[in-house]
């Protein structure tokens, strides 16, 4: 009911660069939490600011790691960036 609507409300809540807890946890390398976001339906292709996605920004951090579980769960590597 309303508790799993709250729940589902802060998967893909922004911060105000426009990112997602997704795309936060992809740039810091954190997989656990990359898994679990993933696992509760957060968007593997939301855009934060500069158009940038979580596997751009784990991928530009070096978390290979936190891209591979991306790529698995539907993130597209072809979506570009607007800087």
Known sequence: GKRKQAV???????DKNNNT?????AAGGNSDIVKFLLTSKAN???RGMFGRTPIWRAAFAGHINC?????????????YTQD
Do not use: T, Y
């Open 21 to 25: 807890p997704l795309s936060e946890a």
């Open 8 to 14: 589902l409300s802060l998967i893909d809540c922004r």
């Open 67 to 79: 891209v591979q579980l991306l790529l698995e769960n539907g993130a597209d590597p072809r979506l």
């Open 44 to 46: 593997p292709n939301s």
